[in-house]
């Protein structure tokens, strides 16, 4: 696991560098320090650098020194938009708890669909970017959507009813016309490379994204 990386700012925050090292922690100094960090630790009388280090590193935890324990204290610390304080009067083991308790709260970052991929057509649906080969495909966000649905049934006939409710639930039973337009755009991209023919229709039942046309008498795998 890669060491919670903390910028210090001010002289009281800075000498706890060599603790936070020891304590399992990659210390910066000085408010400069460019993204990504884990928590920025302020000293006393630092808190209007709040507004600029949040502009420069988002939502990370911000904590203020505070040189006594004070309701007063309190308030201007978090009034001045930290997350919390840490007692300068306590020495680094006020520190090192708080750190723990606000990087304990943190959200784990989501974990990144894998790609979906059939034949030399990749589709990455976390950076919404396709690959046909070695060309890029430029697609709308509906084409995405279309093409992560039959992507995630491929070999599988999805049906007209199953495409409206996924991607135009807006639109209605009435509205599948739009279906064949998005089907024909987004085959053309598929195929302008020349590429060979993945996303079939087939009559009476929907569409299917293979390498190789459903026959008439396969059983549909979707059933």
């Keep these: 696991m890669t060491a919670p990386v903390v910028l210090l700012v001010g002289a009281e925050a800075e000498a706890l560098a060599p603790r936070l090292l020891l304590s399992g922690y990659t210390p910066h100094c000085g408010r400069e320090r460019e993204a990504p960090l884990d928590a920025v630790v302020l000293s006393p009388g630092q808190e209007r650098d709040i507004p600029f280090l949040r502009k420069r590193h988002g939502a990370v935890p911000v904590l203020l020194g505070v040189c006594g324990d004070t309701v007063e204290g309190r308030e201007r610390c978090l009034s001045c938009g930290a997350d919390d304080f840490w007692l300068t009067d306590h020495g680094p083991s006020d520190l090192l708890m708080r750190l723990r308790l606000q990087l304990s709260h943190r959200p784990l970052p989501p974990t990144p669909a894998p790609p979906l991929a059939l034949a030399d057509l990749v589709l990455m649906p976390e950076r919404q970017a396709a690959r046909r080969g070695g060309r890029l495909l430029a697609l709308t966000g509906r084409e995405t959507e279309l093409l992560q649905l039959l992507l995630r049934h491929r070999g599988e006939v999805v049906s007209r009813d199953t495409i409206l409710r996924e991607i135009w639930p807006e639109r209605g039973e009435g509205a599948s016309n739009v279906i ?16 060979r023919r993945l996303l079939h229709t087939v009559r009476g039942r929907g569409y299917c994204l293979a390498e190789a046309p459903p026959r008439p008498g396969d059983p549909d795998p979707s059933r």
Excluded at 181 to 188: A, I, P, T, W
């Design 180 to 195: 064949e337009v998005y089907v024909r755009y987004l085959r053309r991209k598929l195929e302008a490379g020349g590429e």
